[in-house]
């Protein structure tokens, strides 16, 4: 594998001169140090080496999106974020043109874009912008397409004509000029599969991994990362807090809610504690009684911020401020 591109989940390796479209902070991301971690870490470079799109699926709330983010941060390279909707097709991704504006500037001349050349008019979509971009900097860009499944039954094959070589598509308005790069983005599809499965072809072409959400001690860990970044470390009394509300979520989502808690619900949960002691409204030692309640008391502090379903926020009772 080419060594320029390795990730390997560790910030500081990020290279200097990075990007002006790199993200400028530090993303976060806190990879288990185990098998899950492992395997996680060597589907990332075997995408990038093999120049597959990498889908990542897992539910809502498992660290999916943020993973680009990370990848883009550590190797010093461009992110464009592509959130699919409903209605999305594939040349949306590559680029628009604004045949209006070019109507408009021939009626009045004098400005500085100019008619006879339909570059000025063409806006580039994420996928176009990382191809573009590719091309001026002689490095790869990274692409997140978020949430695939939100499109309709053809855009993931289509999406096939333009992740694969060689790597080109075509501005029909400049006579059908193949934009082309020798080095193709590194792209992240995330995938909830709540509205169908995938086509084989598509599948067939990329490099899969199924997140799973945290264990008890991966997530003590991310909220270390999260607050640490946020140059608010937390308290010792306050880790101890976290602890025990980490081995409780995993008991709430045993309990099978309809939308079971995911780790961004679990941050929210630990920053309405933590500032519920600041402001002295609630002890710590009171919020872990709280918590370590008999296993048929469904009752939990701020139960607002984990439950987002009707069914789930009512079964779920909460204390009284």
Not at 200 to 207: K, N, S, T, Y
Not at 242 to 271: C, H, M, N, Y
Request: aromatic letters at 10%; proline letters at 7%; one cysteine or more.
């Amino acid at each position: 594998m080419n060594n320029e591109y390795w990730f390997e989940n560790q910030p500081s390796r990020r290279p200097e001169g990075a990007h002006k479209d790199s993200p400028m902070a530090a993303e976060p991301y806190v990879i288990a140090d185990d098998d899950a971690g492992r395997e996680l870490k060597q589907a990332v470079n075997l995408a990038i080496h093999l120049q597959r799109p990498l889908l990542l699926e897992g539910e809502a709330g498992c660290g999916k999106t943020r993973l680009a983010t990370a990848v883009a941060y550590e190797l010093g390279l461009p992110l464009y974020r592509w959130n699919v909707r409903s209605t999305s097709k594939v040349d949306e991704g590559l680029y628009e043109f604004d045949a209006l504006l070019r109507l408009y500037d021939v009626q009045v001349p004098g400005l500085d874009r100019q008619p006879e050349n339909p570059m000025d008019y063409v806006r580039f979509g994420p996928l176009g912008e990382a191809f573009d971009v590719s091309r001026q900097i002689k490095k790869r860009a990274v692409v997140l397409i978020d949430e695939i499944d939100k499109a309709d039954l053809d855009f993931p094959n289509d999406l096939l004509t333009v992740l694969d070589r060689p790597w080109e598509f075509r501005i029909r308005e400049k006579k059908g000029e193949m934009v082309r790069t020798e080095h193709p983005p590194i792209v992240v599809i995330t995938s909830n599969r709540e509205k169908r499965d995938l086509p084989e072809a598509f599948l067939r072409r990329c490099v899969y991994f199924y997140l799973e959400f945290p264990e008890p001690e991966t997530l003590h860990r991310i909220v270390e990362m999260h607050y640490g970044l946020r140059s608010e470390p937390i308290s010792e009394g306050m880790m101890t807090l976290v602890d025990r509300s980490a081995a409780r979520l995993v008991e709430l989502r045993k309990l099978e809610p309809s939308k079971k808690p995911g780790t961004s619900e679990f941050l929210d949960w630990i920053e309405a504690m933590r500032v519920s002691v600041v402001e002295g409204r609630r002890s710590i030692a009171d919020l872990i009684g709280q918590i370590e309640l008999d296993k048929n008391d469904k009752r939990v502090p701020f139960r607002e911020v984990l439950f987002k379903v009707q069914r789930d926020w009512q079964e779920f009772g909460t204390f009284p401020l």
